[in-house]
């Protein structure tokens, strides 16, 4: 544990290039699945914080996607459009659209969500426990910017 606290900058270029990697392997495990759709990354970002996050309006989903509105838009407008979210009308602020998925955007979802999961399980059942904490603990971290 002591050698962590020296990392050097080879040893965190090949950190980050793991996390890329991982990143890439995860999420083009769906590709076949969206691409079906027309849909890219960013509407499977989306879908995503829909999914772990019903109703939803539009402002907190731009701020946790760190995107504006307008780059925003075209991607809810192909899911919406596809019957994959539905907006409702918030109940106190009229003004407000809350995001949820449709019936079609629930199984979608599931279906490219199976293809991550194999992936995802597979390294968390082959990793011991002490591992997969740390790991996430240190995910988290990357996250907070800490």
Do not use: C
Not at 10 to 32: H, M
């Amino acid at each position: 544990m002591k050698d962590l606290l020296y990392l050097k900058d080879e040893q965190i270029k090949e950190f980050i290039q793991l996390l890329y990697y991982a990143y890439r392997e995860t999420f083009a495990d769906p590709k076949d699945i969206l691409s079906k759709k027309y849909f890219g990354p960013a509407h499977l970002r989306a879908l995503n914080l829909i999914e772990r996050n019903p109703g939803i309006n539009l402002g907190e989903l731009i701020f946790r996607l760190k995107v504006t509105k307008q780059s925003l838009n075209r991607v809810l407008r192909d899911l919406i459009n596809t019957k994959m979210i539905k907006q409702v009308q918030d109940e106190t602020d009229t003004r407000k659209k809350n995001l949820f998925l449709d019936k079609e955007g629930k199984t979608f979802f599931e279906a490219v969500y199976n293809t991550q999961k194999k992936r995802i399980f597979n390294a968390l059942k082959n990793s011991s426990s002490d591992s997969v904490i740390k790991f996430k603990d240190v995910l988290k971290k990357i996250i907070d910017g800490k």
